[in-house]
C-alpha cells in the first residue's frame, strides 16, 4: 500500500499569510496526487489535481507542485473562508488520503 | 449542476449489513468516464477510500474492505448503493459518495486514468452500536 504522509498535522496562520502544506508518498506516484479542503459541515472540495492543475472555480490563490513522493500546496494570502482542513490523495494505486492539515487561526 | 446526497440507517447494530444509497443528479452514470466512488470518516480521522464503480460497470474495492463491500448502481434512477456486511463499532463514520469524471489540465491534457473526486455529498453519519 502507498502511505501519505502530511505535514504539519496543524498549524496556526493569520489572514494574508502565505502557507505551504507537504505531502510525501511512500513510493513515487508520478503527478497522481490531488488536494482537497474540508471545512466543517460542508462537502470536501477539490482544489488541485495531477499535482499542479487547479480545478475549475478555485481561487488562484491556490497552487500545488511536485512529483514522484514530494508534493506541496500553498495558500498565497490567506483568506477568512481558507481556515479548514486540507488532504492530499494519490490516485498512483487504489485511492488514498493523507492525515490531514488542519489550517486554524493564529 | 452537479449534486449527489448519501441516505441510510443512521445505527446499525453491529454484524448487521449496512446499505448508504447515493442519489445524483447532472451526470449520468453511462457516460464514459465518469464514475461515483464513496469515502468515509470516521470521528477526529482522516478521510478513508472504500469502494469506485464506473460507467462501465467496473468496481473497485479498498483491499482491506473487500470481501465486505458490495456496490450497485441504477443507472435509471441515478442511484449508487454501497453494502457493507458485518459492521462493528469501527465502521462508525461519515459515508460520502463523490462524483469521478475525466480531467483537463489548462493545457487540454486529458487525464483518463486520474482518480479525483470532483464533487461530493454533504455525508451521512452512521453509528454502529448496539
Known amino acids: 500500500d502507498i502511505q501519505m504522509t502530511q505535514s504539519p498535522s496543524s498549524l496556526y496562520a493569520s489572514v494574508g499569510d502565505r502557507v505551504t502544506i507537504t505531502c510525501r508518498a511512500s513510493?513515487?506516484?508520478?503527478?497522481?496526487l490531488n488536494w482537497y479542503q474540508h471545512r466543517p459541515g460542508r462537502a470536501p472540495r477539490l482544489l488541485i489535481f495531477?499535482?499542479?492543475s487547479l480545478q475549475a472555480g478555485v481561487p488562484s490563490r491556490f497552487s500545488g507542485s511536485g512529483s514522484g513522493t514530494e508534493f506541496t500546496l500553498t495558500i498565497d494570502s490567506l483568506q477568512a473562508e481558507d481556515f479548514a482542513t486540507y488532504y492530499c490523495?494519490?490516485?498512483?494505486?487504489?485511492?488514498?488520503f493523507g492525515g490531514g492539515t488542519k489550517v486554524e487561526i493564529k | 449542476q452537479i449534486t449527489l446526497k448519501e441516505s441510510g440507517p443512521t445505527l446499525v447494530k453491529p454484524t448487521q449489513a449496512l446499505n448508504v444509497t447515493c442519489t445524483f443528479s447532472?451526470?449520468?452514470?453511462?457516460?464514459?468516464?465518469?464514475?461515483v466512488g464513496w469515502i468515509r470518516q470516521p470521528p477526529g480521522k482522516t478521510l478513508e477510500w472504500l469502494a469506485l464503480?464506473?460507467?462501465?460497470?467496473?468496481?473497485r474495492f479498498s483491499p482491506s474492505l473487500k470481501s465486505r463491500l458490495t456496490l450497485t448502481k441504477d443507472s435509471s434512477r441515478n442511484q449508487v448503493v454501497l453494502t457493507m456486511t458485518n459492521v462493528d463499532p469501527g465502521d462508525t463514520a461519515t459515508y460520502y459518495c463523490?462524483?469521478?469524471?475525466?480531467?483537463?489540465?489548462?493545457?487540454?491534457?486529458?487525464?483518463?486514468?486520474?482518480?479525483?473526486?470532483?464533487?461530493w455529498g454533504q455525508g451521512t453519519m452512521v453509528t454502529v452500536s448496539s
Open positions: 463523490a462524483h469521478r469524471n475525466y480531467l483537463t489540465t489548462t493545457f487540454g491534457v486529458r487525464l483518463t486514468q486520474h482518480v479525483a473526486f470532483l464533487v
Open positions: 447532472g451526470f449520468s452514470l453511462t457516460t464514459p468516464g465518469v464514475g
Open positions: 464503480i464506473y460507467w462501465n460497470d467496473d468496481k
Open positions: 513510493q513515487t506516484i508520478s503527478t497522481y
Open positions: 495531477a499535482a499542479s
Open positions: 490523495q494519490q490516485s498512483f494505486s487504489f485511492p488514498a
